[in-house]
Each structure stands twice: as C-alpha cells, then as structure tokens.
C-alpha cells in the first residue's frame, strides 16, 4: 500500500496526508456500497473526494489497495474495541464471546457492502481474499487479537506445542461466524450474535479439552485439513508441521 509516511508529532492531531488518506478511503467505501465495487472507478473516487486522480493514486495504488486499507481500518477498530472486554474479562468463553461480538459490532455498518463484494473476496486467487498474501497484516492483526484473548485467560493453560494452532483456528471460526453474518438477514442480524455466543461457549470446551495430551494430535489434524484443503489457507498459514513435538506423533 503506497501511502505517504508522515505521521504527526505526539500529541498532534492528523497530518494533512493522513487526512487526505482518510478522506479518499472514507470516500471509496461509500462510492462501494453506493455504486458496487465492480462500478466504481479511481476517478470516480477522486472526484467525490475532491483530488486529483494522480493524488488518489499517491495514497492508493488502486481499488484493491483501498480494500486492503479498509480491511486494515476494520482490524484496528475491532482492536480497539475489544481492549475494554480483554480488560474486564477473565474466563476464556467470556473473552472469546466478547471479541467475536465486538467484530459483529465493528462490522455492523457494512453489512450490505459485504454482501455487494463477497463475490470479489471469495475468489481465493484475489488479492481481496482475507487469505491472501496481501490481506495478511489484517490476518495477523485479528490472530493476535485471538493470542491474547489465550493468553489473558485464567485457568486456561495451553500446552506450547498449540500456542499457534490455536489462536489461528480461533480466527477460521472467526471467518465462519462472518461468513454465516454476510448471509444473516434477520433483524440486527441477531443470529449472528447467537451463534458467536454458541460459538465461544464451544471454542472454550475445545480449547480446554486440548490441553489433555491424547488429544493434542486431533488439534493439530483439523489445522491440517484447513492448511490443506481451504482456499488460500496453505499460503495464509505457516506450515503446520512447525513447532510439533515428535515425541512419537510424528
């Protein structure tokens, strides 16, 4: 992403670039869910935003790169929204349910773009799938969310051999939940939110199962068949080999 890197001084407010930045990003989102993705053109988004074409391509390498920044945008609002749950909470289905709601949250005012562009997400050969190589700081940034939802957990030990695998399945049922939300059409999306509730009260039995030995292998095995047989998971994930243990599982 080729944005200009002259943040302001501590305690400043924006820069004028990142200003500019936000306003062309803002702007783009609305022309999406206006107009579709498909229909919307940089010149077109450089004309609402009230720049020139070669000032929105400064910022924006192109349509796809304002996707990725909206990704990263969403990322660091869910970030920022569950720093009160991750504070307040201890107990694992606690933590988990409270991001999972938060992202529903986050997400919430974008629902009908998301339905609008799941076509162009869902290609697992397009830059804009969350598995991509270029989705990846926003990949990361939701896994580490789901390394510290473990990490903050009382009375949840995880065994070193799942510190990875875990908080990277927890973010695959985080991708079913939204998923199932593109698709959810009741008011306020309101199975959505049961089913993150559901969905966390499950993650945290399994999640507390895996530390029992005999079922480590197991865990590892559904990391596997996602690595393997998911669209664009073999290059999204690091090689789920790393870290075992060959303490006879091999």
């Given at each position: 992403?080729?944005?200009?890197?002259?943040?302001?001084?501590?305690?400043?407010?924006?820069?004028?670039?990142?200003?500019?930045?936000?306003?062309?990003?803002?702007?783009?989102?609305?022309?999406?869910?206006?107009?579709?993705?498909?229909?919307?053109?940089?010149?077109?988004?450089?004309?609402?935003?009230?720049?020139?074409?070669?000032?929105?391509?400064?910022?924006?390498?192109?349509?796809?790169?304002?996707?990725?920044?909206?990704?990263?945008?969403?990322?660091?609002?869910?970030?920022?929204?569950?720093?009160?749950?991750?504070?307040?909470?201890?107990?694992?289905?606690?933590?988990?349910?409270?991001?999972?709601?938060?992202?529903?949250?986050?997400?919430?005012?974008?629902?009908?773009?998301?339905?609008?562009?799941?076509?162009?997400?869902?290609?697992?050969?397009?830059?804009?799938?969350?598995?991509?190589?270029?989705?990846?700081?926003?990949?990361?940034?939701?896994?580490?969310?789901?390394?510290?939802?473990?990490?903050?957990?009382?009375?949840?030990?995880?065994?070193?051999?799942?510190?990875?695998?875990?908080?990277?399945?927890?973010?695959?049922?985080?991708?079913?939940?939204?998923?199932?939300?593109?698709?959810?059409?009741?008011?306020?999306?309101?199975?959505?939110?049961?089913?993150?509730?559901?969905?966390?009260?499950l993650t945290s039995r399994g999640v507390s199962l895996s530390r029992f030995k005999v079922l480590r292998p197991l865990v590892?095995?559904?990391?596997?068949?996602?690595?393997?047989?998911?669209?664009?998971?073999?290059?999204?994930?690091?090689?789920?080999?790393?870290?075992?243990?060959?303490?006879?599982?091999?």
């Amino acid at each position: 992403m080729s944005a200009k890197n002259d943040g302001p001084a501590a305690g400043a407010g924006p820069s004028k670039s990142e200003q500019t930045r936000a306003l062309i990003l803002e702007t783009a989102m609305r022309l999406f869910q206006e107009r579709g993705y498909d229909r919307t053109t940089m010149r077109a988004i450089a004309q609402e935003a009230g720049v020139s074409v070669g000032n929105a391509y400064y910022y924006f390498a192109g349509k796809e790169h304002l996707i990725q920044g909206f990704y990263d945008r969403i990322a660091a609002d869910h970030r920022a929204a569950v720093r009160e749950v991750l504070d307040r909470e201890t107990g694992l289905e606690a933590r988990l349910a409270g991001v999972l709601r938060a992202w529903l949250d986050v997400a919430a005012p974008y629902h009908e773009f998301a339905v609008q562009f799941f076509k162009n997400a869902a290609d697992p050969d397009s830059p804009l799938s969350p598995f991509s190589q270029e989705s990846e700081h926003a990949r990361l940034e939701a896994i580490s969310i789901h390394r510290e939802v473990l990490a903050g957990a009382n009375r949840t030990k995880v065994p070193e051999e799942l510190r990875d695998v875990l908080p990277e399945l927890m973010w695959l049922s985080q991708m079913g939940l939204c998923l199932y939300w593109i698709f959810d059409r009741t008011e306020g999306r309101q199975r959505s939110y049961r089913l993150a509730e559901r969905g966390a009260r499950l993650t945290s039995r399994g999640v507390s199962l895996s530390r029992f030995k005999v079922l480590r292998p197991l865990v590892h095995e559904v990391h596997e068949l996602f690595t393997d047989f998911l669209p664009g998971m073999t290059k999204a994930l690091p090689d789920p080999q790393r870290g075992r243990k060959r303490d006879g599982e091999g």
